[in-house]
């Protein structure tokens, strides 16, 4: 038997099972195990080594020792009783023995039976209802019930389940990696071994072959030594690749019962590894798992792990779940798909042409890694024509079904429409198997439904996974003309401080322009290339990218998002700021945006927020989304020199000292300082990022103005300057080391009135901007910047929600802290011209704040604005001052509704777009 049984050849079998075991009495002593090797025969699992007989086990219950009737490894245990007996008892007994099986021998079904009734348990079920029972008699229309047994796997994609099973083979794997790497096996051959072995391992458990097979020839051909291993899977796998008719005539007949497999995996030569016995056993360990249960697209991404030390320690802490890439590719092409299949649900013809339209698609991953988003991509297009075809023999047409088998001709999909660019050759032969993997899931899925699918063997030789730097080619080269074409991918996040000069140079050969660079993220050369490859008329359709947030922050937005809009290019679906994370406790999580584009008009706007970056998401319909993911006007935000709004003042960064610490002033040095009659005369409060946010305590000398003489008037002020001094004079920086005056401030900024501090950063979940007024004599560090406001005004306007609103849509961020720019976020902030009236106001509503904040002097800032704890005098303020700001912009309450940050975003962005008069729209 080269391959999984056909369920019409699984019911002519069944149909002789009955016949022959119908009359019989039915005793558990004499006959179970003669029923149960001809009960697994029907389904195709033959011989001592796919089941276990008899197998000694402890039950949990008592400690006591029994037999298991029959196990298949990692699939089934069979608990047979006499006619008659109680199945629920049986199968209770069955679940008393699990506990004592190892992680690979643990089976997912329970089946009990008394020769005449089956009772079948699903352990990965739900609940109990999910229990099936019936009758010998029913069998052969009930084989689908038990076709588990040929390795037609009910499976759900993406479940726990397959995910935990993905990282049990994943440990697997990297063992054997680990015993070949420690052996000097070259590490080339090493990848083709593994890949070649993990074909193997999933054949034996799937259907591709006769079940175990692989295990039997490890068991039975092979000296426990581990020896010969070597020899004969280099000897096994050579005949895998070699056509039945050249093979030779005298093959060891084991062998001579392997089909060919081709499609590549096999071909090339390799060297002879070595192996002991401990090797050996590893590799039969791997046998007795259930290979079946892997998902192809998480097991790819783990197993491309297994090269590297670290990250094998950490299996199954670091992988894509499969839910992440459905975000990406559902709305770029999987949801309009499904959305054509309901809106032709009961018409014949308009099914045909959609499949004549799926098949036209093409998809490519131009950072395939292991290909996970082409996997899934092509296990869900080839899902939704099974159910395409399924609909239309519900409606009385099977033209789309050939009357005797399929073949890959038959199907609209097809993977050669799947295509990856990838870097390396390991993630990229990584994505070529996995690709053969869920083809054949896909094929068993359609012999399950409609009892027929093309055969699995011999494979196809995948020639669409290229490994080639994708930032270094012309794309059209390896992608057909089209106008069906589809790119998703997840690129390299690599932003400026962590790319090299050869990444640099290869980002700005991608965009042709290095002035547009500024500090855009790597990720956004594959952003060029696909705007290069779509000027060609030849191609048409969509594309989507996962990337790191920051691409929607700061600078980068008008310098990625200008010439894509400007190619006619409209934000179809987004997905604002999330983690990209596995289901691991303490999986590391990146925080990503998804952003997909098309250039048709017509087509629906998808929003999707969440709540936090870890929450589900939520979908929302947008007029358009912008270059900041926000359903709003569709204006690009640049920095500015000069202030937006007549209303509002420039800032200056605060005195930085570039002193070593020397004119700073400790509250530990503060009373020696103090007591000392002339460095007194010097001291000012000093205000640093600390010291704004915490209310700490802390001075700097401020000797702008001093008189030279009194130098030598303070052994302290003397000591201090001249450490300055030889700070400086060490310093690798030409301005600090020739800067002349050793006294003062590198930079100086001291305000000549009473002034708003501005710190640089801020919690991202402060629900306002945390700045305070200081007079003219505290002195600000350059950790914040500084507005001179004599009436008031500046304070109110950047204590509103509607500014923080700007600053976290538009502005850039360290880590999640939002980064205060004063260029990007202030001088643009678009405050009209305001009347007396407002103006006043909104000045009100700003001493309302201060004068809220002085019931409690001895809060802190960041005690004041706790997210969860903020006073409700406070509150109050800040809500009488958000309603002054929000009228200018036109937003008012309104039956007691309070103006939503979407709203007041729509409102910036209008304001922005008319007093600029720049919209993308």
């Known amino acids: 038997m080269s391959k999984t049984l056909s369920l019409n050849e699984i019911r002519s079998r069944a149909v002789a099972f009955h016949h022959e075991w119908k009359g019989e009495p039915g005793e558990e002593r004499q006959q179970a195990q003669s029923f149960v090797r001809d009960l697994l025969h029907v389904f195709g699992v033959t011989g001592t080594k796919a089941a276990l007989y008899e197998k000694r ?301 799926m098949g036209e ?68 032969r990584i994505a070529a198997t996995a690709l053969h993997l869920v083809d054949h899931q896909a094929n068993q899925a359609m012999e399950l439904a409609l009892g027929k699918a093309p055969e699995p063997l011999p494979l196809e030789t995948i020639t669409t996974v290229h490994v080639v730097n994708s930032l270094k080619v012309r794309w059209q080269d390896y992608i057909p003309p089209t106008q069906h074409l589809f790119i998703m991918s997840n690129p390299p996040f690599l932003g400026d401080n962590t790319r090299t000069k050869e990444q640099k140079k290869e980002l700005q050969d991608a965009w042709g322009d290095a002035s547009v660079l500024s500090r855009l993220d790597y990720v956004t050369g594959w952003h060029a290339k696909a705007l290069e490859l779509f000027k060609n008329r030849e191609y048409g359709g969509e594309w989507a990218f996962v990337t790191t947030n920051s691409i929607t922050q700061g600078d980068q937005p008008p310098r990625l998002f200008g010439p894509i809009f400007a190619q006619g290019w409209k934000i179809k679906f987004a997905h604002q700021t999330f983690a990209w994370t596995s289901e691991a406790s303490d999986a590391a999580a990146v925080h990503c945006v998804i952003v997909g584009f098309t250039k048709d008009k017509a087509a629906p706007r998808r929003l999707f927020t969440y709540p936090s970056p870890k929450a589900e998401p939520l979908e929302q319909d947008a007029a358009q989304i912008n270059g900041y993911l926000l359903d709003a006007e569709n204006v690009l935000v ?42 007194s005369t010097y001291l000012h409060r000093y205000i640093g990022a600390k010291e704004l946010l915490h209310g700490t305590d802390r001075w700097c000398l401020w000797l702008d103005g001093w008189d030279s003489r009194d130098l030598n008037k303070s052994a302290l002020l003397r000591m201090r300057v001249e450490a300055v001094k030889d700070f400086r004079a060490a310093s690798t920086a030409a301005t600090t080391r020739d800067y002349p005056y050793h006294h003062l401030f590198r930079q100086l900024a001291k305000q000549d009135t009473s002034y708003v501090c501005v710190p640089r950063h801020v919690s991202e979940t402060r629900e306002f901007f945390t700045v305070q007024h200081f007079d003219a004599d505290v002195i600000a560090g350059d950790a914040n910047f500084t507005i001179q406001d004599p009436d008031g005004l500046q304070f109110a306007v950047m204590s509103s929600s509607a500014f923080i609103t700007w600053q976290k849509a538009i502005g850039g961020r360290l880590e999640s802290r939002l980064r205060f720019a004063s260029t990007l976020t202030w001088y643009t902030f678009p405050v009209p011209e305001i009347s007396e009236k407002d103006r006043a106001a909104i000045i009100a509503g700003g001493r309302a704040v201060l004068d809220a904040r002085a019931l409690h002097p001895e809060k802190s800032l960041a005690e004041h604005y706790q997210p969860l704890g903020m006073d409700p005098a406070l509150v109050k303020a800040h809500k009488q001052l958000d309603k002054a700001v929000d009228k200018v912009f036109g937003l008012r309450d309104t039956t007691g509704k309070r103006v939503s940050n979407e709203d007041r975003l729509k409102a910036l962005f209008a304001s922005y777009a008319a007093m600029t008069g720049d919209s993308q729209s």
């Open 57 to 357: 086990a402890r039950r949990s219950s008592t400690g006591s020792g029994g037999y298991i009737d029959a196990l298949v490894p990692g699939l089934c245990l069979i608990e047979m009783k006499s006619a008659g007996k109680d199945l629920a008892a049986a199968e209770r007994q069955a679940l008393d023995y699990i506990d004592d099986l190892s992680d690979a021998e643990a089976p997912r079904w329970v089946i009990t039976c008394d020769f005449h009734t089956f009772r079948i348990l699903d352990l990965h079920a739900e609940d109990d209802a999910d229990t099936v029972v019936f009758t010998l008699e029913q069998l052969p229309a009930r084989v689908e019930d038990l076709a588990f047994l040929a390795g037609y796997q009910a499976r759900s994609f993406g479940s726990r389940e397959q995910e935990a099973a993905s990282i049990k083979a994943a440990k697997i794997m990297a063992g054997l990696y680990e015993a070949l790497e420690g052996s000097g096996y070259d590490d080339h051959e090493a990848s083709v071994f593994l890949v070649r072995t993990l074909f193997a391992l999933y054949a034996d458990d799937s259907g591709v072959w006769e079940r175990d097979m692989f295990f039997e020839f490890i068991e039975t051909r092979t000296s426990e030594d581990g020896s010969d291993l070597g020899s004969q899977l280099t000897k096994l796998y050579q005949e895998l690749n070699r056509l039945p008719e050249k093979r030779q005539k005298n093959l060891d007949e084991l062998i001579a019962r392997f089909p060919y497999v081709n499609g590549g995996i096999f071909a090339e030569p390799l060297s002879i590894p070595s192996f002991d016995r401990a090797m050996r056993a590893q590799l039969l360990e791997a046998c007795a798992f259930n290979w079946s249960a892997i998902s192809p697209a998480i097991f790819g991404s783990l197993f491309q792990a297994v090269k590297d030390k670290k990250a094998r320690r950490e299996l199954g802490e670091h992988y894509t779940t499969e839910t992440n890439i459905l975000k990406t590719i559902r709305p770029l092409f999987l949801d309009d798909f499904e959305a054509e299949f309901a809106k032709q649900h009961h018409h014949k013809a308009g099914l045909k042409k959609l499949r004549a339209r």
């Open 361 to 428: 698609a093409v998809f490519v991953d131009p950072a395939a890694g292991c290909g996970n988003f082409l996997v899934i991509g092509y296990r869900e297009m080839r899902a939704l024509d099974l159910r395409i075809l399924e609909r239309l023999q519900e409606l009385g047409d099977s033209s789309q079904i050939p009357t005797m088998f399929f073949t890959k001709a038959d199907l609209p999909v097809k993977m050669e429409s799947f295509i990856g660019l990838e870097l390396e050759e390991w993630p990229a």
């Open 638 to 679: 640049e920095k500015r020199s000069s202030m937006l709004s007549p209303c509002l003042t420039k800032t200056l960064r605060g005195s930085m000292p570039s002193d070593g610490g020397n004119l700073i002033v400790e509250p530990e040095d503060y009373a020696e300082f103090a007591a000392d009659p002339i460095a």
